[in-house]
């Protein structure tokens, strides 16, 4: 990949760079779009990262469809260029099995009691990078593993793929956060687009765990962003009461079935809580709905 990366860099060309988990679906296509627009040639990377997952959580159960990804990229104006699609970018030991059936063993082999899916594997690898003040509110709370891995395998995909521009998309405000102040404390000479977020028809933020919703659930998880643009439409008309903003849109989740993580108002950048709106906010939501966990948020201003 880096060879590739190198020669195409050689002709002049700039890289643009779309990290996914795969199972790709309209949201992901929109940020191969949004690549299209900064850069010359795509690169798409498909890669279930071990090390953002604690052993309690679903790595054997994310979805995969790795020839439905393909046909997927193929429909986009102007397709990718190249698909960097690693079996296992954590393993550094010399054995005889094959990469596959190390990353398939490794993949249902993670267990409780250590920190991360690739701790438990004991294959060696022992450098993390951390953003320690943006990953520890939102998201960092109840999956203190998880900013820790994104963070590390961004790093690993920057440093193999050699990107001048890289897509994240707005439906993980926390972690497209990160990866900009990532970037800016460590140099790296790449820019960080935020692409919005996209939605289905029902206004449900796509997102490849959506497949294990039941109908139910699904319906009742429609109560995340329509309690969002409510949060906005109040504000608009001069509620900023953070708290007061909050508590309602807690009780309508709630009130669908849903099961609060966190729902919290924080400044866009700092990702600091803030009590009243007088700058940019960003209004941040993780739901439980059945087994599944959502995220949603909405930006806005007054």
């Given at each position: 990949m880096r060879k590739w990366s190198r020669s195409t860099r050689s002709q002049g060309k700039t890289i643009g760079l779309v990290p996914t988990m795969?199972?790709?679906?309209?949201?992901?296509?929109?940020?191969?779009e949004e690549a299209h627009k900064h850069a010359e040639v795509v690169v798409v990377s498909i890669y279930v990262n071990p090390g953002q997952f604690s052993p309690s959580e679903d790595l054997s159960t994310y979805p995969s469809d790795f020839h439905g990804d393909i046909l997927n990229l193929k429909s986009v104006?102007?397709?990718?260029?190249?698909?960097?699609?690693?079996?296992?970018?954590?393993?550094?030991?010399?054995?005889?099995?094959?990469e596959?059936?190390?990353?398939?063993?490794?993949k249902n082999?993670?267990?409780?009691?250590v920190v991360s899916c690739v701790e438990e594997r004991g294959i060696g690898h022992e450098t993390w990078v951390r953003v320690e003040k943006l990953e520890k509110g939102l998201c960092g709370k109840s999956r203190p593993v998880f900013f820790r891995g994104v963070a590390t395998i961004v790093?690993?995909?920057?440093?193999?793929?050699?990107?001048?521009?890289?897509?994240f998309g707005k439906k993980d405000y926390q972690q497209w956060r990160i990866i900009q102040r990532m970037v800016r404390d460590l140099d790296f000479g790449i820019e960080i687009v935020g692409s919005?977020?996209?939605?289905?028809?029902?206004?449900?933020?796509?997102?490849?765990?959506?497949?294990?919703?039941s109908p139910k659930e699904r319906e009742k998880a429609l109560s995340i962003s329509k309690s969002l643009l409510k949060a906005?439409?109040?504000?608009?008309?001069?509620?900023?009461?953070?708290?007061?903003?909050?508590?309602?849109?807690?009780?309508?989740?709630t009130q669908a079935g849903g099961r609060i993580d966190y729902?919290?108002?924080?400044?866009?950048?700092?990702?600091?809580?803030?009590?009243?709106?007088?700058?940019?906010?960003?209004?941040?939501?993780?739901?439980?709905?059945?087994?599944?966990?959502?995220?949603?948020n909405i930006e806005f201003s007054v």
């Open positions: 795969g199972y790709l679906h309209q949201g992901h296509l929109s940020l191969v104006p102007g397709g990718v260029d190249a698909v960097f699609a690693p079996n296992n970018l954590y393993d550094y030991r010399e054995n005889k099995k094959s596959i059936d190390v990353d398939m063993e490794n082999s993670c267990k409780k009691g790093t690993k995909l920057f440093n193999i793929v050699e990107p001048d521009v890289a897509v919005d977020i996209v939605r289905d028809t029902d206004g449900l933020a796509l997102s490849s765990r959506n497949v294990h919703l906005k439409s109040d504000a608009k008309i001069g509620l900023v009461n953070c708290k007061e903003l909050t508590d309602t849109v807690v009780q309508t989740i729902a919290e108002i924080v400044e866009q950048e700092s990702l600091e809580a803030v009590e009243e709106i007088k700058n940019p906010v960003v209004f941040c939501i993780a739901a439980w709905f059945g087994k599944v966990r959502l995220i949603d």
